[in-house]
Nanobody, 123 residues
């Protein structure tokens, strides 16, 4: 089970950190990802981290502003979001990909999803 939380309302230029807690420790070959979906738009990839090794990947739209990290002891993945823009407004979902096979940027490659947390950035 994945539990995402920490969303909220923030002004443009502000920061927010959202988290995703796994009910059990992810296996070493898991990839944990963040996706987002804005109203009327398709779900899009935001960031991903390999549980083993910690390699990270970002969408171009958030690169340099967002940081994904993990806490092995707490089975938790964080997404630190800085310099937020109104276009970052969306429901953010964390997801688990149980294999290194397949694209980490593709939502259908992830087999388990959290319930989502709303992030709203006001202008």
């Amino acid at each position: 089970q994945l539990q995402a939380c920490g969303g909220g309302l923030v002004q443009a230029g502000g920061s927010l950190r959202i988290s995703c807690a796994a009910s059990r420790r992810p296996f070493s070959n898991y990839v944990m990802g963040w996706f987002r979906q804005a109203p009327g738009k398709e779900r899009e990839f935001v960031a991903a981290i390999f549980w083993s090794g910690g390699s990270t990947y970002y969408a171009d739209s958030v690169k340099g502003r967002f940081t994904i990290s993990r806490d092995n002891a707490k089975n938790t993945v964080w997404l630190q979001m800085n310099s937020l823009k109104p276009e970052d407004t969306a429901v953010y979902y964390c997801a688990r990909k149980a294999s290194y096979i397949g694209s980490i940027y593709s939502g259908p490659q992830y087999d388990y999803w959290g319930q989502g947390t709303q992030v709203t950035v006001s202008s």
